[in-house]
């Protein structure tokens, strides 16, 4: 297994945080698009549930009111979404990992399901 690093890229904000998470190996592209959609999935549930803003933080994540939090000297800060977005955990799809960012919870879910549609079995 490698560790790969999750880039939260976010608009407007010119700082790029790193999430270390464990994926499996992709030998292929279509297991590199599968392992990242499961793993903006797993990362969307963790953050959406464990994090507030003011709480102490190496990198940025979505906060549970569905706003961004951008890790700022330790500590999250809230940023709000623009209406009709909220904090999202992209899967990439075109290297390994996931983005943070906001964007519509549908578009979030069509990329992801795009993605999952390179899973086998």
Known sequence: MRFYQVSALVALV????????QITDPSTRSEMLCENAKAAQTLKGIQTQNNIAGQTCQESACLGDGSLGLCNNGQLVRVACPGGTECQV????????????????????????????????
Not at 14 to 21: D, G, K, M, T
Not at 94 to 120: H, K, P, Y
């Open 14 to 21: 010119s700082a790029v945080a790193a999430i270390p998470i």
């Open 90 to 121: 992209l899967p990439l799809t075109n290297r390994f990992g996931v983005s943070i960012t906001c964007e519509a919870a549908q578009d979030t879910q069509l990329r992801i399901q795009d993605n999952m549609a390179n899973c086998s079995g």
